[in-house]
């Protein structure tokens, strides 16, 4: 306990050394700012890194009456708008001037906490069932509800990505920083970020809690190999499209796939691309009989969590094979096949995502499993 108090404390005090890190570098009134006839107002909040939430109020107001009107405004072209391209640029400078909003920082400075927490429960090793429960629940409305969408694990890689191609209005410091955080975070302990601080997964696996076909849901785990697979494809389109080696779009706004994908946006409805409106539906089904789908197959960030499971301090150990009476009642519980592989112990490199959420650890009759570090 006092070694995981320490390494928590460290990685608290580390995010809130990234976070006054976090900030726009100054910029020149003549800073080229990206915006053309062709484009929407939401193609140029990402292209500009500037959220819709922030640059829309910085608009004349009647600027603002027809976006804020319909749905459908966002993503029209500013030529249908009828919006002074002028106006947007002096609210795009306005937000780099005035840095990142407290919101965000705070969105960081409050996950370190909220995680390290989770940590310290997991390691008490107490039944955390009911805890849990509500961790999710508070997960899902302080984090997505309240905060809103970004910064997000999701948005962290595809920045750094946008950034290593030279995509204007992603700047260094801010980038970087935050994927560091959301890494370093995920590094402490096993899938820690995205298991209990991430209100997308949070609201997937409160859906798939729910008591409907448990008996299938128990006997029905989604293969590994397919949720690899689809990662693994999806991320590649992502990069050959973003990098121009699909030249698809000419390089354009609807080059970068994972904004056609970014259910986080759920938290921020008016900056939902119209092909993830298709997509809620499927993954609202999904989550019911699919432990986190969205986190399995699309999110980009979960693919580098997964990576970095095999350098986690903390994740999931037997604490003494011998005491083990194989009734497989954590591999049972466990709602991937994580379990199964760590019992086999069989130096595997690509195994299947461990989340951490201590449902083993309940389950074990004769408390072989913990959550801790090397010993």
């Known amino acids: 306990m006092k070694r995981y108090i320490v390494v928590a404390l460290l990685c608290v005090f580390a995010v809130l050394a ?90 960081y400075v409050l996950l370190g906490i909220w995680v390290a927490g989770a940590g310290w429960l997991l390691v008490r ?38 950034l290593i191609n030279g995509i204007p209005g992603n700047p260094f410091v801010l980038v970087v920083a935050g994927f560091v955080v959301f890494t370093l975070l995920s590094i402490l302990g096993s899938r820690m970020l995205c298991s209990w601080g991430c209100p997308l997964g949070a609201l997937q696996e409160s859906m798939y809690n729910i008591p409907l076909f448990q008996k299938f849901k128990k006997t029905h785990k989604f293969p590994f190999a397919a949720s690899i697979s689809i990662r693994l494809t999806i991320y590649t389109l992502f990069f050959l499209l973003l990098f121009g080696i699909l030249n698809l779009n000419q390089g354009g706004p609807g080059s970068i796939l994972y904004h056609h994908l970014n259910l986080f946006k759920i938290f921020d409805p008016h900056e939902l691309a119209v092909f993830t409106l298709f997509l809620i539906p499927i993954f609202v089904v999904a989550s019911v009989v699919v432990f986190r789908p ?42 991937t096949g994580a379990m199964a592989a760590i019992n086999a112990d069989d130096g595997r490199f690509f195994l299947p995502d461990c989340w951490s959420c201590a449902k083993c650890i309940d389950a074990c009759p004769n408390e072989v499993l913990e959550w801790a570090p090397p010993r």
């Open 18 to 107: 990234l976070t006054t890190l976090i900030q726009y570098p100054p910029f020149e009134e003549d800073q080229v700012v990206l915006v053309r006839d062709g484009m929407s107002l939401r193609h140029i909040s990402e292209r500009n890194d500037v959220p819709l939430d922030v640059l829309v109020p910085l608009l004349p107001t009647e600027n603002r009456s027809d976006f804020l009107t319909t749905f459908r405004s966002v993503h029209k072209p500013l030529s249908e708008l009828e919006i002074n391209h002028n106006d947007i640029r002096t609210a795009i400078l306005q937000t780099w001037s005035e840095g990142i909003p407290a919101k965000d920082l705070l969105r």
């Open 125 to 162: 090793q107490k039944r955390l069932a009911r805890t849990r429960t509500m961790w999710l629940i508070v997960t899902f409305v302080l984090f997505g509800v309240v905060l809103g969408s970004a910064p997000n694990p999701m948005e962290a890689v595809v920045r750094l990505h946008k």
């Open 294 to 335: 969205f986190c399995h197959t699309i999110c980009p960030f979960g693919l580098w969590a997964w990576l970095s499971e095999r350098v986690a301090y903390y994740r999931i150990r037997r604490v003494d094979p011998e005491v083990c009476v194989d009734c497989s009642e954590c591999e049972d519980a466990c709602p």
